[in-house]
């Protein structure tokens, strides 16, 4: 059943007439596969044959309905998609890379895949009477008239059966990379030929003659290399021999040669010329990227001839020109607003294509510095002329940290030594010139860097020598970086020194700025790391309290929240270790109680500054991030709670209302506009307070304050402050806290601003799963159910409409037994008690329903 066809240019190879041993046929016959094997290239190609053979093997695992046996592309890539499946769940260790070829129907894919197969299935191993590496480099063998050209293989069908225009040309561009490769190889394989050649033709030598020639050529030749290997054999060892006295160099340094000298710029680097390093441009690698996505623009194709060599760099130069090319067409029938829209979505899909393929350009850029000056200088504008709320700023911005990334997997010494000597010099204009960028400019700064501590370190030294004596912008820059290394925990003794000496130099700065950065970054020491070493500092950033900058008001609560956290955890870890050493010994009892006596006089400082802070009369910026900061500390600092929840009272709506909200998208936000201001993240406060300690608060404080009516942010703190689920032990002290707010409950009922917000808590009173709490709440409101109602419909005017108490009453009653027997029962009631009104409202319909 098996025939193997010898394909045209197989003739001379050990293989060719048989490509598949005797035992690999064999095998195959004994599987009884529906047809026979003429071409393995072919009738491998769509996956149906192998599905087959691991039917056999593993016949509850495949469904070979499930497979197709045809010829288009879907099909094939189908079958093989769910042969991957099955190889991953029993563990055959066969990948994409090993079948992808066999798609695509390469010469000899199919046979190589077959022994692979064959060995792992039954476990034998088959000796080849020649490489299978040959069946893959049949073109070596052709004459040169009979090779494939670049044209003959960028019309393989399997290309052009790829719908994705993008995707196509990817794959285009791969084959052509593969196509120049293999012409390069064999340049390089016939070139002596050639030359031979060539000098008997000129010199008119026979054949004999240029034989032994040649043979004293290669005696020569074969000398000189020996002794060119002997001395480069002693260069490694004078090598070795430094490298044990001298810190390691990278391999990649000689191509740095003229970068890391003093004088060396981005001008010279790009007109470094290296030939012993082979690097495709990463133009001719963009270009068609580039060139796919622009010509499905109108407005792209208006502005860019898409025939140019320099494709690229046009594209960079039209978008940042964009908004000004598409106001000049105002002739047009399309709306300016549109045409700016699909050139930033244009713009946006090319930066996040090269983002996607960044990998095809790291070889170049780690192979030829000069490169990658190339493509930093053409894409880094689009850091510079768009704002940080830009999507092209956003895609740009990924795709230079993607690249970076890359290229530190490939050469991480090469890649820092690129980024500090060819970038970072135009990027730290960028950090000094836009304020609101730093942050996220400085993610690029180590995308670029290897992720360890020393690596880090020489990075903020190269930062520090391209800022110069700026310092504001040298410690708002590590301000940002501080959080980076600390999400890598990467803040070791020797960045930690370097990041609280400069913190301590911005606090004592006279400019208000260079203060908030440095105790952004005492916040993320405090956050990320050691507590003790900026705990030592207390002396100097107290004295802050009393700046009048709100920012530096700002910061110093978010670090006292911070400290609270740690003290409070080291003050329990004493307390435990104290009584665990209550044996006796005077020396056991001693030492805790010393530290608990330290440990409680800085507690007592840092709630000295929250208290001068955090108060109602401060700004409500202030306020705010102080809010989202302490609200993590007071089940540990019970006493913060009046204060607490005074000031969240006081702050306005918006504000509060955005504390409060537990749908709502966290974000951080900038309270005030500007270039210059800090991101605070906010907390919801419902998923972080205590909940009961929060109502006990509030409930006491209406109490104390004995108002007449209570207005909505007394509702709406008193809302966020119920539970999902009340607890049963918790039961009676709920029970407390709802009969001193009842009656303001009640009276909001039936005011039409606050009829919402009431109902809302009175039946989460009611409908609580702790049934002591819910029967008991219940029967503490009826009388003052009744006389909300009474009012009701007594002044209608002043209050709710009846429709939405109506809708009210339903909802309670709906909800399930025990309330539909509560509200006919405070409705029996109301009846009795105030006939006339019950009358007149339509309250009866309620219980006909």
């Not at 040649?214 to 074969?222: K, L, P």
């Not at 930690?496 to 440095?518: C, E, F, K, N």
């Not at 409070?568 to 056991?588: F, K």
């Not at 004995?706 to 009340?726: G, T």
Request: aromatic share 8%; net charge negative; hydrophobic share 40%.
């Amino acid at each position: 059943n098996l025939e193997c066809r010898n394909p045209v240019g197989f003739s001379h190879l050990p293989m060719a007439s048989a490509p598949l041993p005797r035992e690999i046929i064999k095998w195959l016959q004994a599987l009884d596969l529906s047809f026979s094997i003429k071409n393995p290239k072919r009738d491998f190609s769509n996956g149906y044959l192998v599905a087959e053979i691991m039917s056999r093997y593993h016949p509850q695992d495949v469904d070979i309905n499930s497979f197709e046996n045809g010829s288009r592309l879907e099909a094939k890539v189908n079958n093989w998609d769910q042969l991957c499946k099955l190889f991953k769940k029993k563990g055959i260790g066969i990948t994409k890379v090993e079948f992808d070829p066999v798609i695509h129907c390469a010469p000899g894919a199919a046979t190589v895949l077959i022994y692979r197969i064959y060995e792992i299935l039954t476990k034998c191993t088959v000796r080849a009477n020649a490489p299978i590496k040959e069946l893959m480099n049949i073109q070596h063998e052709l004459p040169p008239f009979m090779r494939d050209t670049a044209s003959k293989r960028l019309k393989d069908p399997e290309i052009a059966r790829i719908e994705d225009n993008v995707e196509r040309t990817i794959v285009a561009i791969d084959v052509l990379g593969s196509y120049h490769q293999e012409r390069r190889a064999m340049k390089a394989t016939e070139a002596p030929a050639l030359i031979r050649q060539e000098r008997r033709l000129r010199l008119g030598l026979s054949q004999e003659d240029l034989s032994n020639q040649q043979e004293h050529f290669d005696s020569v030749m074969i000398d000189e290399v020996k002794v060119k290997a002997l001395q480069s054999a002693q260069l490694k060892k004078n090598e070795a021999q430094h490298q044990e006295t001298a810190p390691v160099i990278s391999k990649s340094s000689a191509l740095l040669k003229a970068v890391t000298e003093p004088q060396a710029c981005c001008a010279a680097l790009a007109r470094l010329q290296q030939p012993q390093v082979s690097a495709k441009p990463a133009t001719e690698i963009m270009r068609p990227l580039v060139f796919t996505i622009l010509q499905e623009s109108e407005e792209f194709s208006k502005m860019i001839d898409t025939k140019k060599e320099d494709m690229v760099v046009s594209f960079m130069e039209q978008c940042r020109e964009g908004v000004r090319d598409a106001g000049r067409q105002s002739s047009d029938t399309a709306p300016l607003e549109l045409r700016m829209r699909e050139i930033e979505e244009t713009s946006v899909r090319v930066f996040e294509t090269l983002a996607k393929r960044a990998e095809l350009l790291v070889d170049s850029l780690t192979k030829s510095p000069a490169e990658f000056w190339k493509v930093w200088t053409t894409f880094y504008p689009a850091l510079v002329d768009f704002s940080e709320s830009s999507p092209i700023f956003e895609s740009a911005l990924f795709f230079f940290k993607r690249l970076g990334e890359l290229m530190r997997e490939a050469d991480p010494q090469l890649t820092q030594q690129l980024m500090n000597d060819v970038a970072l010099s135009s990027l730290a204009k960028e950090l000094i010139r836009s304020p609101e960028k730093r942050e996220v400019l400085c993610e690029v700064l180590y995308s670029y860097s290897p992720e360890d501590t020393l690596n880090h370190v020489l990075a903020l030294r190269s930062l520090k020598e391209k800022v110069g004596d700026d310092m504001s912008v040298y410690v708002s820059c590590l301000a940002g970086l501080v959080q980076l290394d600390g999400q890598q925990k990467l803040l070791d003794d020797h960045l930690l020194d370097l990041y609280i000496y400069y913190a301590l130099i911005a606090m004592q700065s006279a400019q208000p700025r260079t203060r908030v950065a440095g105790l952004s970054i005492l916040c993320s020491v405090t956050q990320f790391s050691s507590h003790d070493a900026v705990l030592a500092l207390l002396p100097t950033f107290s004295a802050l309290s009393n700046d009048d900058w709100w920012e530096v008001q700002a910061q110093l609560l978010r670090l006292s929240a911070l400290l609270l956290q740690h003290l409070a955890s080291q003050r329990g870890a004493d307390g435990a270790e104290g009584r665990g050493n209550e044996d006796g010994s005077a020396s056991g009892a001693s030492k805790p109680e010393e530290a608990e006596v330290t440990v409680d006089t800085m507690i007592e400082d840092v709630l000295n500054i929250v208290g001068r802070l955090f108060v109602v009369s401060n700004s409500k910026n202030v306020l705010q991030v102080g809010l989202s900061g302490l609200v993590h500390v007071l089940t540990e600092y019970p006493t913060l709670l009046p204060n607490y929840v005074a000031v969240l009272l006081g702050q306005t709506s918006t504000l509060r209302r955005r504390l409060l909200d537990e749908g709502g998208e966290r974000q951080r936000r900038s309270y005030v506009h500007g270039n210059s201001t800090n991101m605070y993240e906010e907390t919801c406060l419902p998923d972080v307070w205590p909940h009961l300690d929060i109502a006990k608060t509030l409930a006491m404080q209406l109490e104390a304050m004995q108002l007449p009516r209570i207005e909505e942010e007394h509702l709406e703190v008193l809302s966020a402050s119920l539970p999902f689920f009340f607890e049963d032990e918790e039961a009676d002290e709920w029970l407390h806290v709802f009969e001193k707010v009842k009656q303001h409950l009640f009276t909001s009922l039936v005011d039409s601003r606050l009829h919402v917000l009431s109902g809302q808590i009175i039946k989460k009173f009611w409908a609580c799963g702790a049934e002591m709490l819910a029967s008991k709440s219940r029967e503490a409101s009826r009388g003052f159910f009744t006389e909300a109602l009474s009012r009701l419909y007594q002044q209608p005017a002043e209050h709710v409409e009846e429709a939405s108490m109506l809708v009210f009453l339903r909802e309670l009653r709906y909800f399930n037994e025990d309330l539909h027997a509560e509200v006919d029962s405070l409705l029996d009631a109301f009846n009795e008690e105030y006939p006339d009104e019950y009358k007149a409202s339509q309250l009866e319909t309620i219980l006909k329903d």
